[in-house]
């Protein structure tokens, strides 16, 4: 019985040997059948155990149980291999051409006047700013009178307006938000209030409609430093934190002492080049304080209170931000414009 | 205003280079534009004799000629033939570059020497074009520098002036600025008139009707002028400041007002009735030729310059044509006045008419200048055209100009602008810009001079005192922020969600223009009583096509739809959030709201290589569903009825909330398509923010705990008729009462819709996915299956339907 056991195991290890390493599974099941199946040669012989005498069972069972280890272990190690060789030729098998384009919803660009916007309105939120709206057709009182702008004052000319009626106009800018909210509310006022403006003006760099951003600030004593240091922050988180800032005196109706803002030239590092014109400064914003005469419109007390106050055009930091070089682009809409920003 | 540097040099020494003077001039707020150096290139010519001419030895077409500049002689070959022997010419010396770029050398032409080249106007840039080389006059001094014998040794500042800024209108208010900025002192010039004979009474009379109009008015007589063309150094100044000389009597009178800033006039004193002037305000009915030969229509409220009979000249704007000095004038009356602004302004806006005259009278000219100016111009009337200045000025000035005092309180100064300079350095820059200036006690009193009516309180001498302190002086502070809470408003949040959403259903953001053509309302075909009829009509649109405040976002974007598809693009998806306007009649400002709008066309899911599908309308309706979701809006329906009349009636939907109608999507209707030569499968999206906000407000979402039980999933196919909608099979389940059924559904969807093979003609199937689930426990099959019966029972009571077997 023994010796028989020995041959079962010598016999079914020789064979799987013999079968290879690249057996067909069905092969190598069939084989195990035979050694191990219900009428393989090892159940067989095992089942005749029952015939032995009692002395001898433990003995050959222990034996008989080593015999059917070492068959299972062996099949399971043929069988293990060859579900790995299979899942090799498989994974093989299985290709993507990775240069195709994946699979994604085609994403849509937010408008690149709107990121323009939004980023400049985050900076300022960032400042300590709060955003305020006023509507697109104003009172000639709100968009000029108010703001010191008189009829038949030489500034007006300067933004050639349009009429709604004799005292409705489109506005031309966005400071008759100054005027509401600082008649709805009192100081201390940190507001911006971005918004389409109008003006009679089609051209490379003017659209007869356009974004501004004003912005004003008002508390018992703002300064014209102050003025300097808020207008700095913003247009060097804008544009570069390394950018130079020039102030220089100007001319709104609204403001006093009034002031221009350029920024040093980014594109050709205050060389000169086509876009600061040679000057190696590109102008980006007008400020300045709040005219006693605005404040006196509100409601306000102007020794009681001071303020500053600037705007600035969408289209123009657009248009640096971006490289774009006519202002026309941003109001075509055409798609293979939109899908680069 | 341009401004020549040697002009300017007469009433102020420069001592800087242009650069820094222009830069001086900039951080002063006289913004210099561009910068022209006239003598740019002409620095190695010189005037030369030409002394022989002589034919080239073997070329036909050109000359050898000899010149001398002073120096040695040198030949030259010229392929001019306008010279002779004796003219003065331009001569380009070897290592010249000339304004057009030109670079001469010591060469051969044609295998004779040329030590330089005779110049053309061309070539100097001095015309567009000509025809031969420049030929000076004989008196050319010989061997100086050509640039500085023409007056073009000389730089021009442009300069862009703010309309405050009057007063540096002319060379002397830029000379004044210069020196209370470089701290020179002002030259004076000695101008003395010479007066002789009768006296100018005698000859002329002046009656001022309207003071208030005209405060001021002086008359000079200037007899037996010769009109002639001026001097070489007066017409090359008026042509450096972009003026044309025409004759010396017109000629003086632009001079001093480049000058002194003082607009002059000059009449044929014979052409005016009765030789005297008239200051009034014109008669209804009386018109005027001015200069430029236009008769002009005359109001009540245009001040004229009259003789005993008639407007001779519109008053600070024009001159009349019938008084103009003309080349047989012999005596003129000129006239120095000072205008008050707003009347002058009102009139050259009425009469579509501007002049240097004007332009400066209506921001405000200097009132002390008038006589001054007058005597500067008879002076030179007298030198140049030879005339006989009558004696004495009629200066008729019944109530004189006054400039205001101001107190300037250097403690507020230093507050506004955020420095602490002393009281005393303060007066001292007021003092640089000729503002006389007096301390008492704290306070600065300044007396503004004539010039500047644009001081007028105490921020404008801030502005001066930081002006000339220097904008870059003042210290970079950042004010403290008080925290707060900025909250944005609604509508810009709103805005910023369905943004988005969009974009991230593949829509670009497109922004068009808020005015419209008035012509959409019946292109879309909108009933004669649709509110978006109700357009703001604009009184002076640039085009006719801008001429309406938009009330629907969907003409702008119909129009950019098509713009795209006419560049080729086959997909169009954009999205606008924006406002429209709705008139809210006579002297109310319209009604103003956001809407929000998208279009799409072509593929319904465009950027991706696989197999197609062209857009259909729950490609439109998704990105709505997914925003209604978002502002938790809950129990929205989309209904049939209610559309816009250019959306297809069978594959478009209004969308409603509770009363509310918060906005409609679907197809463009066929025939509105084929008129704007748009594809009929072209979606739109139109909704309203108001709306949709206040349906949000009402939805804000209160927190749902997660499930601790499973829920139960079991799918329902019912076979229905084709006429009703899967909405209404969601209704009838919904208005399914039991407490348990109600407690326990979650969520219904429908997953499939099916018609065709084994489902009857005129029917379809629809295919629901309902979810069950217990908070308290895990529900079991058999309940489940009852609520799946009350389900199928409902609808087939309600709607006919049968279970799909
Ligand atoms: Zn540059």
Known sequence: MIEALNAIRDEALRRLAELGADAPEAEIRDLRARYLG???????????????????RPEIGRLANEVKGAIEEAFETAQGALAARERAQSLASERVDVTLPGRTPAIGRV??????????TEIFVGLGFSVAEGPDVETDYNNFEALNIPRDHPARELQDTFYVADDIVLRTHTSPVQIRTMKQRKPPLRVIAPGTVYRRDDDVTHSPMFLQIEGFMVDEKVTFGDLKGVLTAF?????????????????????????????????????????CKGTAWIEILGAGMIHPEVFRAVGYDPAACSGFAFGMGIERIAMLRYGVNDIRHFYENDQNFLEQF | MRVSLEWLREYVPINQPTPALA??????????????????????????????????????????????????????????????AGDRVALAVPGARLPNGLEIRKSKIRGETSEGMLCSEQELKLAE???????????????????????????????????????????????????????????????????????????TSVTIEDAGRCPRYAARVIRGVKVGPSPRWLASRLEKVGVRPINNVVDVTNYVLFELGQPLHAFDLAALAEGRIVVRCAREGESLVTLDGVERKLTADDLVIADANRPVALAGVMGGEATEVTAGTADILLESAYFAPLGIRRTA??????????????????????????????????????????????????????????????????????????????????????????????????????????????????????????YDRIPTTLPRAPIQSPEAPPERRLEQTARELFTGFGFHEAITYRFVSPGWADRLGLTVDDPRRRNVRLRNPMREDQAAMRTSLIPGLLTAALANLRRDQTDVRLFEAGKV??????GNLPEERVALGAVLAGEGRPGFWGKGRAADFYDAKGPVEALLDRLAIRGARFQ????????????????????????????????????????????????DAPALLRAAAAGFPAFIPPPRFPAARRDLAVVVDESIESGELLEQIGLISEKEFREALRQIEVFDVYRGEGIPAGKKSVALRLSYRSDERTLTDAEVNVFQERVLTRLAKELGAALRT
Request: glycine residues 10%; negative net charge; proline residues 7%.
């Open chain 1, 235 to 275: 247009l060097q988180e804008m544009f570069d934190k390394g950018t130079r800032l020039r102030f220089r005196p100007s001319y709104f109706p609204f403001v006093e002492p009034g002031a221009e803002v350029d920024i040093e030239c980014f594109l050709c590092r205050a060389k000169g080049c086509r876009v």
């Open chain 2, 23 to 84: 830069e001086a001039l900039i951080n002063a707020g006289l913004e210099v534009g561009a910068i022209e150096d006239l003598g740019a290139g002409m620095e190695s010519v010189v005037v030369a004799e030409l002394l022989s001419v002589a034919p080239h030895p073997s070329a036909d077409r050109l000359s050898l000629c000899e010149v001398q500049a002073g120096g040695e002689t040198r030949r030259v070959v010229c392929g001019a033939r306008n010279m002779k």
């Open chain 1, 111 to 120: 408008h690149p006047l709107t990121q323009t916007a939004e980023r400049a």
């Open chain 2, 640 to 687: 049939t009825e209610g559309l816009s009349p250019y959306l297809h009636p069978g594959l478009s939907a209004s969308l409603r909330w509770e009363k509310e109608r918060l906005g409609e999507l679907g197809m463009l209707h066929p025939e509105v398509a084929a008129a704007l030569e748009l594809p009929d499968t072209l979606f739109l999206v139109d909704l």
């Open chain 2, 349 to 470: 806006k009425r009469q579509g008419l501007k002049s240097e005259a004007s332009h400066r009278f209506e921001r405000g000219c200097d009132p002390e200048m008038v006589v001054r100016a007058s005597d500067r111009a008879a002076g030179l009337l007298a030198e140049l055209a030879a005339g006989q200045v009558a004696s004495g000025v009629l200066d008729v000035y019944p109530s004189p100009v006054r400039r205001p005092e101001i107190r300037l309180r250097p403690e507020r100064a230093n507050a506004l602008l955020g420095i602490d300079l002393p009281g005393d350095a303060m007066a001292e820059i007021l003092r640089r810009l000729g503002i006389a200036v007096e301390i008492q006690g704290a306070e600065i009193v300044a007396r503004v001079p004539s010039w500047r009516p644009d001081l007028a309180i105490e921020a404008d001498l801030v502005e001066e005192i930081a002006r000339l302190h220097g």
């Open chain 2, 129 to 203: 074009k000509s025809a031969g080389i420049l030929i000076l006059p004989p008196d050319a001094p010989v061997g100086s520098p050509l640039a500085g014998y023409l007056g073009r040794d000389d730089v021009i500042f442009d300069i862009e002036l703010t309309p405050n800024r009057a007063d540096c209108l002319s060379h002397l208010g830029v000379a004044r600025e210069v020196a209370a900025l470089t701290g020179a002192a002002l030259t004076v010039q000695d101008r003395t008139v010479p007066e002789a004979g009768e006296a100018v009474g005698a000859m």
């Open chain 2, 581 to 586: 306007f709705f008139d809210s009649g006579e």
């Open chain 1, 38 to 56: 219900r009428e393989g040669s090892l159940s067989v012989a095992m089942r005749g155990m029952g015939k032995l005498p009692a002395s001898e």
